[in-house]
Each structure stands twice: as C-alpha cells, then as structure tokens.
C-alpha cells in the first residue's frame, strides 16, 4: 500500500483551515449585515404603528360626534347633579354632567360643551370677551390712592364708606339687620372736585380690583354694540370680584331719552337698556360694586336715577375754605417751601377753584421756582401760579349749577 507523503497532508490540512478561516468571515459578514436588516425593519416597524396609532386616533376622533355650544341658566340642587342650560340652537334642556368634570365648579352663566347625542356637559368653555373689553385686564388693578390723599371731602368720603366698603368688609352686619346692601353709587359735580380720585381711593381700602369705563367708549356705530360692551364689562367685573366698577362721564349714554330720537340716539338708548338691566340685578352681581360719575347730573334719564339702580346719589361741590386748607397741606407736604409761603392767603386768592386747580398751582409753583433755578418755592412763585391757573380756566360759580 502506497502511502501519502507528509508534506502533501500538511498542505492540505492548511489549505482546509484557510477555506474555514475565509467561510467564517463570510458568514460573520452576512450575520453583520443581517442584524443590520433587522435594525431597519425594527426603526421601519416603529415608524409604521406610530402612523398607525395615529390614524386610530384621528379616525375615533372623527367618529366622535361635534360638540354643541350651550350656556348654563341655573344649577339645580338636587342628588342627580343636573343643569338647566340654553344651547346656541334655541331650546333649553335639563342636562347631566361628565364624570371627568366637576359638578362644583358649574355656574349660572358659564358656557359649556355639549355631546350632541348624549347631550351630556362634557367640557367648559372660556368665556369668549371682546378684545375691547378683554384689554381693560391691562389696566385693572388696586390703586395706589388712599383716604389720606384726598382733602375735604369728609361727608363724601363718609358715604362711599358706608354703600360700597362696608358691604364688602362686613356683609354679616347687613344680614343681621336684614336690610340688603346699597348697589349702586352716583358722583356728581363740577369737574376735578375728586369724583376719580375717591372712587380709586375706596378700591384700594377694600382691595378689589378697580375698572374703570369712559362712557364714551360705549357708543358704537353697529347695532346692539355697545350693549354687547356693557354685558361683557360686567361678566369682567363678576370674573375679577370683588370690583369696583367705575364708569366716568356716565352722561354720554345716560342723557334723558326723547321721542324724536335719531337712529344714532336710539343704539345709545339701548346701551343704557342694557346699563340698567344689568343695575337692576337680572344676574347676581356679586361681589361688583357700581359707581357712576357725572358732571352733568341734570341731563341723567330718571329711570337710571330710581332707587335700586342708584341707591346713593353724592355730591361733589366746589370745596369752601376749609376744604381748600385740607387739599393745600395734601398738595404742599412734599414740596419745598420758604417759611413767606402764607397758606391763609393761597386759600383766599382761589376762592373758585377746585381739587384739580388746587394741585395745578403746587406744581405751576414748582415750575417757576425752576425757571429761577432756586432750591426751594417761595410765595410769588405761588401767587404767579394762582393767577396763570385761574386764568387760564376761568370757573364761575355761579354758573356751575347741578340738579337731581
């Protein structure tokens, strides 16, 4: 038998392990690119059941039926937890809650979302306001104006004490006595006599929110505008309480209506309905208390001056000697004033001035003393002010008549 040269085996063994050698790194390639397949199919498979759950959800979210816009009337207080609501169609229904909502925080007023089939609440909706309206947020705050800054008017001062800071400090002491708290208050008088000031003054002593309304912003071109306005102006109020609504100039919507009103005349008209709708206490109020300031007192429809509507009607009369004396030291407290300046003589030059003249003079004194470039007021930078402040607003009190 002949036998295999040990050489020739050697190589053969050799050249099998090299074969082995390449076909594992074949194989460990195709596994790389295998995992690496995987890898993608797996990202792929991700990708797909996000599209997926996707299209489930918006698929269930069309199913879903459209909600209805409704407006709650009365919460009724019974076991079932069910409302009384107005939906945007027309008719009324007696309805139930969601379970997810809470029966608690329903209201009288509050607009809602309704399931069309069920006609169940199932959402609350804010409460849509007019940017006009919506801006005041801006500028509504409590006042930095106290008591303490505003001079003769102890009687006034008295009164608002008594109609819109004690029902808000010490509602309790109404109830025992059984009587109901005043609503609404009138200020009226010549203008800068303090109006503002002591309406700002009592939001600050009762830390309610002041807003405050120029009449004249109101008066709209388009029908039901401005009483549109005034509903929201409200709702605001009630949304901030407790408030101190303050509306100036009330005379340019409150004027006595006439018979022969023009198209213009009657949409002023309706957004003094509306003023007085809202006065007369359809919705609770709440913690809103109402001031209305005028300087023409005269020309007010009585229908808005009747008790219940206005339950105070303040005058605010040009201030005598002694009032002048308090609004003087106020004004001069933070001045720098030579020891010549005779307070005596002040309040005797401006017999016919008021609050606003008064503080007119301290600062047109202040501006002469700068024109001087001196440190300190001396008195005839105070007589020169008297005389260019009244002359330039001439008041004759004579002819500043009010009525009521």
């Not at 020169?384 to 001439?394: F, G, P, S, T």
């Amino acid at each position: 038998m002949q036998s295999i040269p040990r050489d020739t085996k050697k190589d053969k063994d050799t050249k099998n392990e090299e074969h082995l050698i390449v076909y594992t790194k074949h194989l460990e390639k195709r596994l790389r690119n295998l995992e690496s397949e995987i890898s993608i199919l797996e990202t792929e498979r991700r990708k797909l059941e996000k599209e997926l759950n996707n299209l489930r959800h918006e698929f269930d979210h069309i199913r879903k039926p459209a909600l209805m816009n409704a407006t709650i009337i009365d919460v009724l207080d019974d076991r079932n937890e069910r409302v009384i609501v107005k939906s945007s169609s027309g008719p009324s229904f007696v309805v139930k809650v969601n379970h997810n909502l809470k029966f608690e925080k329903l209201t009288a007023g509050m607009s809602v979302a309704l399931n069309q089939n069920t006609l169940k609440i199932v959402e609350i909706l804010p409460t849509n306001l007019d940017p006009f309206v919506k801006g005041m947020e801006l500028i509504d705050s409590i006042p930095d104006i106290s008591y303490d800054d505003i001079g003769g008017l102890e009687e006034q001062i008295q009164e608002i004490k008594e109609t819109v800071e004690l029902p808000l400090k010490n509602l309790d002491l109404f109830k025992r006595i059984g009587i109901e708290p005043p609503k609404g208050v009138l200020f009226y008088g010549p203008p800068g006599t303090g109006k503002t000031l002591l309406a700002k003054a009592v939001a600050r002593e009762t830390n309610a929110t002041f807003i405050r309304v120029i009449s004249s912003e109101l008066v709209q071109k388009f029908i039901g505008e401005g009483a549109r306005y005034v509903r929201e102006i409200f709702d605001l109020a009630r949304q901030k309480a407790p408030t101190i609504l303050f509306i100036d100039e009330l005379d340019a919507i409150a004027a006595e209506r006439m018979e022969d009103a023009t198209s213009g005349d009657r949409e002023v008209s309706r957004t003094l309905m509306q003023l007085m709708a809202e006065l007369d206490g359809f919705d609770n109020r709440g913690d809103v208390k109402f001031i209305g300031a005028t300087n023409r007192a005269d020309i007010l429809d009585p229908a808005l001056l009747r008790p219940g509507r206005f339950d105070r009607i303040v005058e605010f009369p040009i201030p005598d000697e002694k009032a002048r004396e308090a609004i003087f030291k106020i004004h001069m407290k933070s001045l720098n004033i030579h020891k010549d300046v005779d307070l005596k003589t002040c309040i005797r030059e401006t017999g016919e001035a008021t609050g606003a003249h008064i503080k007119a003079i301290c600062i047109e004194a202040g501006m002469f003393a700068i024109r001087r470039d001196a440190d300190i007021i001396i008195k005839e930078d105070f007589t020169n002010a008297i005389k260019k402040v009244m002359k330039n607003d001439k008041v004759k009190s004579s002819e500043l008549k009010f009525f009521i």
